[in-house]
């Protein structure tokens, strides 16, 4: 039986949708009554786990599943060693390093050096600012990030945008996109070389379905 790692959170229902396409039913997580963490499909082929989206490539990596969905931003943050497999076009989001509209820095390399820089990712912040050659503190919230400015802990962030209206309500502006995020079907390497439940097989079905929705 193959285990799924799915995410809690935005990228859910997505992700259920298209196990459903491939003949893999966990919509009962959708249900707002249960308290389910771990279902198994009506075929008996498949269980499904719910985590947290930051906690899908942790099961993964240590083959507790073997297939997980989550998004890139989360990959690229952990960097777990996992392998990466479809691009899943669902979940769209990018992330930006953001200011207070009423500053007058309009890109990264205007921020000044040991500029304070908010984010819940503190990896992906520290690479980008390194690469510019332009030394920051980063500090790390796990909470709402776009406080940072607003009560001067920070001068920028460094936080992930879907539509926007969150940074535009609290009065900050974006001045660069580190990246773009969407959703990644990941799998446990070992698990993946050795076929385990043959894998191989729901895997090219996801595919076939990612090109036919797209």
Known sequence: MITVALPKGGLLKDSIRL???????????LDSGTRQLQIVDASGKAKGLLVRAQDVPVYVDYGQAQLGIVGYDVLREKKPNVAHLVDLKF???????????????RSSL???????????????????????D????IIPLSGSVELGPITGISEAIVDIVSTGRTMKENGLIEIETLYESTARLIAHPLSYRLNVGNMSDL?????????VSG
């Open 19 to 29: 196990l459903q396409t491939v003949g893999l039913d966990f919509s009962a997580f």
């Open 134 to 137: 332009l030394p920051v503190e």
């Open 110 to 132: 205007d921020l000044p050096a040991q500029v304070r820089i908010a984010s819940k990712y503190v990896n992906c912040a520290r690479e980008y600012f390194q690469n510019l």
């Open 203 to 211: 895997i090219s079905k996801m595919r076939e379905a990612i090109l």
């Open 91 to 105: 979940g769209y989001c990018r992330l930006s390093v953001a200011v207070k509209e009423s500053s007058t820095y």
